[in-house]
């Protein structure tokens, strides 16, 4: 038996097994809400699809936060910075947007507001924080999100 928990402490952090992903109730509501709302925009149709949401991985948690922006009146765009790789040139073009804009922009409650997802160890870049700065100044909201419970804490106090 002490060989086997001998090989475990050996065992480097990345082969280990995750625990197994646990839904919050805030997510479970979202699902709720969204279920609802996609209902009532066809309530004809006999037979509606539950969409899933989960905020265990950036995309997932970018999807989760843009889905509760639709649902409490809010508009919400996602933007990519990301370059695209040009096989012609053998390089990467600029997608010609503003280094270090957030993850999600838009507009809640008449004021301006971007949401930064940012994941695990995922840290703010200093073009990030330049533009939080920035975006702060001209009196807009700016959120860095790791979970959707702390989406939810920020996005309350702010609003309220």
Same mark, same amino acid.
């Given at each position: 038996m002490s060989n086997i928990a001998e090989l475990l402490q050996s065992t480097p952090q990345r082969h280990r097994k995750k625990p197994p992903y646990r839904k919050p109730e805030s997510i479970k509501e979202l699902e709720k809400q969204y279920f609802e709302y996609e209902r009532s925009k066809r309530p004809d149709f006999p037979y509606p699809v539950k969409t899933q949401f989960r905020d265990d991985t950036t995309n997932t948690l970018t999807k989760s936060i843009k889905a509760w922006f639709t649902l409490n009146g809010g508009h919400m765009a996602r933007i990519n910075t990301t370059g695209i790789y040009d096989t012609k040139l053998r390089r990467y073009r600029f997608s010609g947007s503003t280094k270090g804009t957030a993850d999600l922009v838009g507009t809640y409650r008449g004021r301006s507001v971007s949401v930064e997802v940012k994941y695990g160890r995922d840290t703010q870049s200093e +073009?990030?924080?330049?533009?939080?700065?920035?975006?702060?100044? +001209?009196?807009?909201i700016y959120i860095i999100a790791s979970t959707f419970d702390n989406f939810l804490e920020q996005i309350k106090i702010i609003t309220d």
């Open positions: +073009a990030q924080k330049k533009y939080q700065q920035q975006a702060e100044a +001209a009196g807009g």
